[in-house]
């Protein structure tokens, strides 16, 4: 399916009519139109193209999620309570080790934020229910988190 976008053309001629500069031109916006193929799915990480196989782990993720103290078991042990809670892509099909790293980066991040007392659980928790997770999901995941997960996170070293 295509879809057409012209906010930028949108946003030009409101700041121009605001602004109070705009004059009798005719705005021409075939040059802000942009289509989007959203034909296929895409993904909020991209796997990389490389010799690993498709859904395989990626190796400077699991680096990564070393360096910060998530150990390869606690991804696993994560990927299970997000497995049955609907964290996961699909219910029915388990997770790959590239969707279980992505699980394990997004709630580091998560935790971190929670630790540094930038957010708390609670406020994590709203989100995910407002996007329609269940409380029954949200506690499950939360109660690990909260009690198994977060407690080895430790913020990222310096670059």
């Not at 109070?20 to 959203?38: H, N, Q, R, W």
């Not at 690993?52 to 999620?65: I, N, S």
């Not at 709203?126 to 690990?144: I, L, P, R």
Request: one cysteine or more.
């Amino acid at each position: 399916m295509k879809i057409r976008t012209i906010a930028a053309a949108a946003l030009l001629a409101a700041c121009l009519t605001s602004c109070g500069e705009a004059d009798d031109a005719p705005l021409d916006d075939s040059a802000a139109v942009e289509e989007i193929d959203t034909s296929e799915d895409d993904t909020a990480i991209e796997e990389p193209e490389s010799e690993l196989g498709k859904g395989d782990a990626v190796p400077e993720t699991t680096e990564r999620l070393r360096s910060v103290g998530i150990t390869d078991d606690l991804v696993q042990q994560l990927a299970a309570v997000g497995q049955v809670n609907n964290y996961g892509l699909s219910i029915e099909k388990p997770m790959t080790e590239f969707e279980k790293q992505g699980l394990a980066i997004g709630q580091m991040m998560n935790c971190q934020d929670v630790n540094a007392g930038d957010r708390t659980y609670e406020e994590l928790m709203q989100e995910d229910m407002s996007t329609g997770a269940t409380w029954k999901q949200v506690s499950e995941m939360y109660g690990f988190l909260e009690e198994s997960f977060c407690p080895h996170v430790r913020p990222e070293p310096a670059q």
